[in-house]
């Protein structure tokens, strides 16, 4: 196996490079990796039959054709997931073999139209093909390329009696993986599921996913109204608390730029830290801070970097991004991983 010192930030594909290819698609893994990604972050769910696939959400009629699917017309139906009630069409009601069947759409198509333009060339696929297509580009550009497994909605799932915990460590043994190298990281909202990815003797980082608002659901579960939010966690006591259970936190990109950046009253009811003092607070509690999801669209850019009144076009991106990497960051998630390459030339050399 390649060993390597990995580049810092870690430019990690998005779902792939969905900015170019629809998202969680083949083609849209293996341009990542040509684009110069050092990892890419699959979302995973589950089937009916406990085969993990890679998609967004349970709820699959916004990235894929199956609302245009007479044969599955039966399917759609209304399920709490995480506390929200939602009507559509979800993995766990469907066979892999049944949502082989089906072809991806981009997400996010209206501002995106040349991903888009690909709609219905491919179909969705399994997290047992993502480990091969990371395998296969590695040995071709020689170099170690990670994986930075999102684990979604694992409560909701556990609840169906499909662990991803379980499912996944069965998935790294069939894919050769063992039980997981540094070429593994791991991430979720809940921090259950990660404590019980670590106690499997999964070896790879465990990063905790950080919302911009509300609590982990699981904790929600667990606790009902006492459940700790999100925030708590974002203070140098609540960093403080996570050292030593966790490799890292991963924090949505408005806790970095547009906020406050002077330092403030770090204690668990206090507000919690934004911008450099956030990254700093993390690195002193020996945590990595990772931050998505940098976008070059004025849709997405925080208001100093727009440029015009087009929600599609590309606003001044190289200047946030460049912002955000020179805070010392140790990964981020793009939908366009060139971008993400050439930032990270302009700020490191």
């Known amino acids: 196996m390649l060993h390597d010192d990995p580049p810092r930030p870690l430019v990690i594909g998005h779902r792939g490079a ?6 969680h698609t083949r083609s849209s893994y293996e341009l990542a990796f040509a684009l110069g990604a050092d990892a890419v972050e699959p979302d995973i769910v589950a089937t009916r039959d406990g085969v993990l696939v890679l998609r967004h959400e349970n709820e699959i009629s916004g990235t ?36 082989a069947t089906l072809r991806a759409r981009e997400r996010l198509g209206s501002i995106r139209q040349a991903s888009a333009s690909f709609d ?10 993502l ?49 997981g190298d540094e070429r593994l990281i791991m991430e979720a909202f809940e921090p259950t599921l990660l404590d019980r990815l670590g106690a499997r003797g999964i070896r790879g980082k465990r990063v905790f996913l950080i919302e911009g608002t509300g609590a982990p659901w699981d904790l929600v579960l ?85 440029r015009g009144t087009g929600r599609a076009a590309y606003g001044e991106w190289l200047g946030e991004f460049s912002e955000i990497i020179g805070m010392g960051v140790d990964g981020v998630f793009l939908d366009h991983p060139d971008l993400g390459v050439d930032a990270r030339r302009s700020v490191t050399g």
């Open 131 to 179: 480990f091969e297509i990371i395998d296969i580009a590695g040995g071709e550009q020689r170099r170690l390329l990670r994986m930075v497994a999102e684990f979604k909605h694992a409560a909701h799932f556990d609840a169906l009696g499909l662990p991803l915990d379980e499912l996944f460590h069965a998935e790294l043994e069939a894919a050769g993986w063992g039980r």
């Open 222 to 306: 667990a606790g009902a109204r006492t459940a700790p939010r999100y925030d708590s966690f974002m203070t140098e006591e609540g960093l403080l608390g996570l050292a030593g259970r966790f490799d890292g936190v991963s924090v949505g990109k408005a806790r970095l730029v547009g906020g406050a950046k002077t330092r403030r009253a770090a204690d668990a009811a206090g507000p919690p830290l934004t911008g450099a003092d956030l990254v700093d607070a993390a690195h002193a509690a020996n945590l990595e801070i990772y931050t998505w999801t940098l976008r070059p669209e004025n849709r997405s850019l925080s208001a100093p970097f727009r």
């Open 18 to 23: 969905p900015g170019y290819r629809p998202e």
């Open 64 to 99: 894929t054709d199956v609302a245009s699917r007479p044969e599955f017309a039966g399917r759609r139906t209304t399920r709490e997931v995480d506390g929200t009630a939602l009507t559509g069409w979800f993995t766990e009601d469907f066979t892999w073999a049944e949502l």
């Open 120 to 129: 219905g060339r491919y179909p969705i696929i399994r997290l047992r093909e």
